[in-house]
């Protein structure tokens, strides 16, 4: 079981509030989060409610000042990452709707571009394991967190414009 901690306030002051399994809207609980601290498991946080928005990964460790979290605006949301064993698989499309080229994956690929020829990706499907997937190659820039399903157009969760090139399976012990 996962436990994650918010404060309100910078380096873990103010009001907290502790979370141990997904969240949708955590304004009832707080106003605003300017630090957290996972004490056990993984985490995404979302700087808009329903796990919309902009997306950071957390692990076990101490997270004093959010400005420092790429991209977010604040944390509105957050969603347990559950642990995975056994094998990682993903199948990789060009285009919305699983159209264009398409490659499946079974393990991390720092650079599509490099790899498969492929200067986008627009949809996916993820049959086994739990997956973060980048703007930039290298696993650099906003990340998406993609878990078993099928995921036709990444526009339509929010994500329009953004181009993802790298992508890395999520093997910490969560």
Not at 2 to 7: N, P, Q, R, V
Request: proline content about 2%.
């Amino acid at each position: 079981m996962g436990k994650i901690t918010f404060y309100e306030e910078k380096n873990f002051q103010g009001r907290s509030y502790e979370c141990m399994n997904d969240c949708s809207d955590m304004s009832s609980y707080l106003s605003r989060c300017q630090s957290c601290r996972v004490e056990s498991g993984c985490f995404m946080v979302y700087d808009r409610t329903n796990y919309m928005g902009n997306q950071y990964y957390m692990k076990r460790g101490d997270y004093s000042d959010y400005q420092n979290w790429m991209g977010m605006s604040g944390v509105k949301s957050c969603r347990m990452i559950p642990m995975h064993k056994g094998q990682f698989r993903m199948k990789i499309y060009e285009r919305e709707s699983f159209g264009g080229q398409s490659h499946e994956m079974m393990d991390d690929c720092d650079n599509i571009m490099d790899r498969y020829s492929m200067n986008d990706c627009q949809s996916c499907n993820v049959m086994d394991g739990h997956w973060l997937m980048y703007e930039q190659p290298q696993y650099r820039g906003k990340m998406m967190y993609m878990r078993p399903g099928e995921y036709r157009s990444f526009r339509d969760m929010g994500m329009s414009g953004m181009r993802f090139m790298s992508m890395r399976r999520v093997t910490d012990m969560c």
